[in-house]
């Protein structure tokens, strides 16, 4: 089960760093929004293991990210 949570979160880092190639485009504010969701929901998929905490530490990291380049 263990295991299965590491490829979670692997799967998650490696989609979140290939979707920043689409950040081109966007302002910093928005760039920094979306960094903040990717990294608050795997951490939070890692903390707490579930679909609850991984979307608590998206909305955590996205509004922190968006927040931080005020």
Not at 59 to 70: E, P
Request: with cysteine; charged share 10%; net charge positive.
């Amino acid at each position: 089960m263990k295991s299965i949570r590491q490829l979670g979160a692997l799967a998650t880092i490696v989609a979140v760093a290939a979707s920043l190639s689409a950040c081109d485009n966007m302002t910093t504010r928005q760039r920094d929004t979306v960094i903040g969701a990717g990294v608050g929901g795997a951490a939070g998929g890692l903390i707490g293991g579930n679909a609850l905490s991984t979307l608590g530490g998206a909305a955590a990291g996205g509004i922190i990210g968006n927040q931080v380049g005020k």
